[in-house]
């Protein structure tokens, strides 16, 4: 069986008028343009909750999660792209930008119990009582991230539009994470995550015209990625203080993107130049980016001795929200 066959060339006349035909903006002069965006996401974790509480002395657990006042971060993304000549192939860069820090904090004070954490070493449960401070943690997230896409938008209808793409992702993923709260001293910790992952990229944007230049639109991508991870950290407990000693992790990561909504643009009066906005809502998943509970999970290892029932997969990065873009052809 032949893996790769080579089809016969097919004349104009064969397929209807439009068919596969180029979708590009057509302005005059230059085929440049750029996109920029205002994102307004809200950044997910797994596996960063400070802990479980038993209240009152009662058998029921509290999980102590992780919290604040406003989970929506703002950033933005910055892209451009050119159209070549040869059958209007197009290729698109991109900049996305979100870092944003998480506080949240919770009192003890009104409670008769004690409070688990798998974040401390050398005492992993307090009295509720004895803790004369709020339990307090910090989460920091910085997202840096580049894509590259090699396009031909066409035709498959009189209003629909298709444009498959292929290229490739780098991305770089600090992570911070802190938990503190005082007895007779103040116990803390303090774990840093730096990340770094590239692969190639892939995905289908969509679109369907309304009235007035209006538009739907939908795209999906898919990115498969080898991965870097280097975690290290520092903590003081009962008046001991100790270095968590570097942990170096190298997996294949998957990200996955999605976005859906709506679009309106239109030409200037002598199409020296398109404009475009947009309002969608965006969501993507980054797969095993908490590395920092790592170290919990084997210094349990090491002092319960058994793997099966403690190590767990790396938690997930989970972000979604509102983008709004501004595109300029010119």
């Known amino acids: 069986m032949h893996l790769l066959l080579k089809g016969l060339a097919i004349c104009s006349d064969d397929l209807p008028k439009g068919y596969l035909a180029p979708a590009r903006i057509d302005v005059c002069g230059s085929k440049d343009y750029t996109i920029l965006s205002f994102i307004y996401w809200e950044p997910l974790s797994n596996q960063l909750d400070l802990g479980t509480a038993n209240l009152n002395n009662v058998n029921q657990f509290k999980v102590v999660r992780t919290k604040s006042s406003s989970d929506f971060k703002p950033g933005f ?51 509720l009582p004895t803790i004369t401070s709020n339990i307090d943690n910090t989460w920091k997230m910085h997202l840096d991230k580049i894509d590259l896409e090699l396009a031909r938008p066409f035709y498959v209808g009189s209003k629909v539009i298709f444009r498959p793409y292929l290229g490739g992702s780098l991305h770089f993923f600090d992570q911070k994470y802190g938990l503190s709260l005082t007895t007779v001293s103040m116990q803390f910790v303090s774990i840093k995550s730096i990340s770094w992952a590239l692969g190639p990229r892939f995905g289908l944007n969509m679109q369907y015209f309304l009235p007035k230049n209006f538009r739907i639109f939908g795209n999906g991508a898919i990115n498969l990625m080898y991965s870097s991870n280097k975690t290290k950290g520092l903590g003081s407990e009962q008046i001991n203080d100790y270095n968590l000693i570097d942990d170096k992790k190298y997996i294949l990561r998957d990200v996955q993107e999605i976005i859906i909504g709506f679009g309106w643009g239109k030409y200037s009066a002598k199409k020296n130049w398109y404009y475009d906005l947009i309002l969608a809502y965006e969501a993507q998943k980054y797969s095993q980016t908490n590395f920092m509970s790592r170290y919990a999970q084997t210094f349990s290892v090491e002092v319960a001795g058994n793997v099966s029932t403690v190590l767990v997969k790396p938690g997930d990065l989970f972000l979604h929200g509102l983008t709004t873009s501004f595109r300029l052809d010119f």
Do not use: I
Not at 87 to 106: A, G, N, P
Not at 112 to 125: A, P, R
């Open 77 to 127: 993304k910055v892209g451009f792209g050119k159209y070549f000549s040869y059958d209007d192939w197009e290729l698109y860069t991109q900049y996305t930008f979100l870092h944003m820090t998480k506080r949240s904090s919770f009192d003890p004070s009104s409670f008769f119990g004690e409070f688990y954490t798998s974040w401390f070493f050398l005492n992993s449960n307090y009295d």
